[in-house]
């Protein structure tokens, strides 16, 4: 793994409590864990032989930043010139969820408040939250048949998987009845 041309930096939010910061920093460590493993380390073992999971190849600062600051940047980042950096953002409306369940669905309902969505839309974007995995191998299947439509067999299985968050609402209603 060669690093030394890499870099990495947090801006956090200054005027957040510190157990916040510290839980924001986290969840940010954890997705770019998951966004680029090939710069988390190898593991080692210590003198007593006991495993240590790899950590990060580089320095990760943390910057303090004002709201306004922060979406500057991350507005900066969405533009094309930056399109090869990994950026991970974790907003207020996450911050405040217990699950990622809970987070999908508010964010959602965040999204339809700007653009309408049908009941059949919310169902296949809940399923693709849920189920991201399934979704896109589904999508890949699609794609690698450079299909110019969606065949009645491939929005078939869409339509499965999408039901499958709808069975799992129902579920969850009638366990919460008991």
Do not use: W
């Amino acid at each position: 793994m060669d690093t030394k041309d890499e870099k990495c930096v947090m801006v956090i939010d200054s005027s957040l409590p510190l157990g916040i910061i510290a839980n924001t920093a986290a969840i940010m460590g954890i997705t770019l864990g998951r966004e680029r493993p090939d710069v988390v380390g190898a593991d080692t073992t210590d003198r007593t032989g006991r495993r240590h999971p790899g950590i990060i190849a580089f320095p990760v600062p943390i910057l303090k930043g004002s709201p306004e600051t922060i979406r500057e940047i991350r507005e900066k980042l969405y533009q094309p010139e930056f399109e090869g950096l990994t950026a991970v953002d974790f907003s207020d409306l996450a911050q405040g969820c217990k699950t990622y369940e809970e987070y999908a669905e508010k964010m959602l309902a965040a999204y339809s408040r700007h653009c309408p969505l049908s009941a059949s839309d919310i169902i296949l974007l809940e399923g693709m939250n849920l189920y991201p995995e399934k979704f896109l191998r589904l999508v890949n299947q699609y794609y690698n048949k450079r299909r110019a439509c969606v065949s009645p067999a491939m929005q078939e299985r869409l339509t499965a998987a999408a039901g499958e968050q709808e069975n799992g609402r129902r579920l969850r209603e009638i366990l919460q009845g008991i």
